[in-house]
């Protein structure tokens, strides 16, 4: 009991920062549950950096990871080169990776200038891509199989190798 009363203000403290943050990340969790299963529209076009088309018939039969993120963010910073480990890793497997921004075609070009990533980085800058899986933050990883949402996960998470193995292989290894 002495150590509860020596460090009460500490603990009032700690609480208060778990409360803002389980608040905080509330509605993104929610809104997540909401879009996951369902069905992704057969008419959704993804333009690539280098100015190729994608579209979901493209697509079928693969398991899809869409990556939101953005040049400033440093949790995308780290989560990328995860990515492009697995991606390498599984594309014989048919695992696409789609890295999704909105900023300007210049500023992305320049960004992954040093950066040693290959999956298709789609431009949108029009926001279609974003307001259509209702994005809140990033990074946002949506996983996508049988065009079904199976995923949704927004910021970083350190795992996120090992879920997509599992979706693609299911194994963790």
Excluded at 22 to 47: A, G, V, W
Aim: hydrophobic share 40%; proline share 3%; net charge positive.
């Amino acid at each position: 009991m002495d150590y509860i009363k020596e460090n009460l203000s500490t603990i009032i403290i700690f609480s208060v920062l778990i409360a803002y943050i389980i608040y905080q990340r509330l509605p993104s969790f929610i809104q997540n549950l909401k879009m996951e299963d369902s069905t992704i529209q057969e008419n959704l076009i993804f333009h690539t950096l280098d100015d190729k088309t994608i579209t979901m018939k493209d697509l079928e039969n693969k398991t899809i990871v869409i990556n939101f993120w953005a040049t400033w963010c440093l949790p995308c910073k780290i989560e990328m080169p995860l990515l492009e480990n697995i991606y390498q890793e599984l594309k014989e497997h048919n695992l696409v990776i789609l890295g999704i921004t909105s900023e300007e075609k210049n500023t992305v070009i320049q960004y992954l200038k040093d950066k040693n990533i290959h999956y298709p980085i789609i431009l949108d800058l029009d926001y279609n891509l974003t307001n259509y899986f209702k994005i809140q933050g990033y990074p946002t990883i949506i996983i996508i199989k049988n065009k079904k949402i199976i995923s949704i996960n927004t910021g970083l998470n350190p795992l996120i190798k090992w879920k997509i193995r599992w979706y693609v292989k299911k194994s963790l290894f």
